[in-house]
């Protein structure tokens, strides 16, 4: 039975390009070598945190989604648990029953659901080629509602 799983994984701001791409490959390997599909395999780049994280208030984030029967997400896990420039981990499974040949179909189109929901350009290989802009908030003037308020309650 095939699942489909999710991995996130957030890695020390000091790791270098190198080092994201031998993490990146080495989790590919995993996957491809106990008869899974790599759906996706992206590096989103530096984000914020939400909390710090050994004294680190900034982090790499890499995301994979791909299809296994489920057997080798202790290893990746392990392997997570042991590398020196993985901070943090999180394996969630997507789905229970997944039809391998449906699900390759639309890998397309969930690539750009994922670029649209983190706003951002992701190139060949997975990584952001580019982040969007961040949105125009619009100010409301906080005055002008509370000085209507007064003067017609007077």
Partial sequence: MTREFELTVIVKPSASQEQQKQIQQKVRT??????????????????????????????????WDFLSDGKIVSEIERFCRYDDFVVKFLTVQAAEQVDPALRQAAHGEDRKKFEQY???????????????????VPVIPVAAPVAAAAASAS
């Fill in 30 to 63: 995993f996957i491809e070598q106990s008869g899974g599909v790599v759906l996706h395999q992206l590096n989103l780049g530096r984000r914020n945190l939400s909390y710090e994280i050994a004294k680190e208030s900034r982090a790499i984030y890499l995301f």
């Fill in 118 to 136: 983190f706003g951002v350009s992701l190139g060949a290989d997975g990584d952001v080629v580019a982040a969007a802009p961040a949105p125009v």
